[in-house]
């Protein structure tokens, strides 16, 4: 089965503080790639990081960066210095081809960044 | 560039009857995938469509069909609605033969009743 696993509904933050979001995930494929993605109330999915899954180095995109462990198949997201805009849903979702593409979404952490 | 744009944007519909979504992909992309996101939920994908037929296709029953244009466009057809088909109904476009994120709209708001 293709699954992605966040166990942690819901978290808060301090503003300017750091905060780590979990994510699992299963599947049987070799080639794939790892996103975060952000929705906000305007409902719109907006990407937060992606990781290629046959690169070891960690990606990084300003304040956002992931810890990829592909053997425990873990895929967690660091929010450093959080701002108030952060609060959001985030999915963690890992996409692979079979034919077409096809991204499997976890079931979200909801982050409220307080002041 | 307007990005992926759905229309419309709340619906409200009764059961048993059929309902159309429509998106226009994001500029440059001819892949469409559809999600359906139950309140509180992650997204679920539904299908993808490219060269104007279904490539792929996840666990949704035959009252879930589509269709996609020569320009790209996609719509979303549901027959026979059920109160459970309420959610948001994303489209996200994207670039095949590449692995990418793909690009969402804001969705189409379907309430059941």
């Known amino acids: 089965a293709q699954t992605v696993t966040q166990s942690q509904p819901e978290m808060s933050v301090q503003e300017a503080e750091t905060v780590t979001l979990s994510c699992t995930y299963d599947?049987?494929?070799?080639?794939?790639?790892l996103f975060w993605y952000k929705q906000p109330p305007s409902r719109q999915m907006i990407l937060v990081i992606r990781?290629?899954?046959?690169?070891?180095q960690n990606a990084t995109e300003n304040r956002f960066s992931v810890n990829f462990q592909k053997a425990a198949k873990s895929f967690s997201l660091k929010i450093s210095d959080s701002q108030l805009g952060d609060t959001a849903m985030y999915f963690c979702?890992?996409?692979?081809?079979?034919?077409?593409?096809?991204?499997?979404f976890g079931a979200g952490t909801r982050l409220f960044v307080k002041a | 560039d307007a990005g992926v744009t759905q229309s419309p944007t709340h619906l409200i519909k009764t059961r048993g009857q059929q309902v159309t979504l429509r998106c226009s992909p994001k500029?440059?992309?001819?892949?469409v995938s559809w999600y359906q996101q139950a309140l509180g939920q992650g997204p679920q994908f539904i299908f993808q469509?490219?060269?104007?037929?279904?490539?792929q296709r996840g666990n949704f029953p035959d009252r879930f069909s589509g269709h996609q244009f020569p320009n790209y466009s996609s719509e979303l057809n549901v027959n026979a609605l059920l109160l459970g088909d309420s959610a948001l109904y994303l489209c996200a476009s994207s670039l095949r033969g590449v692995f990418a994120e793909a690009f969402f709209g804001q969705g189409t708001r379907l309430t059941v009743v």
């Open positions: 990781q290629e899954a046959y690169k070891q």
């Open positions: 500029s440059g992309h001819d892949t």
């Open positions: 979702a890992f996409q692979i081809r079979t034919g077409g593409f096809k991204t499997i």
């Open positions: 469509y490219y060269e104007e037929e279904e490539r």
């Open positions: 599947t049987s494929e070799s080639n794939y790639y």
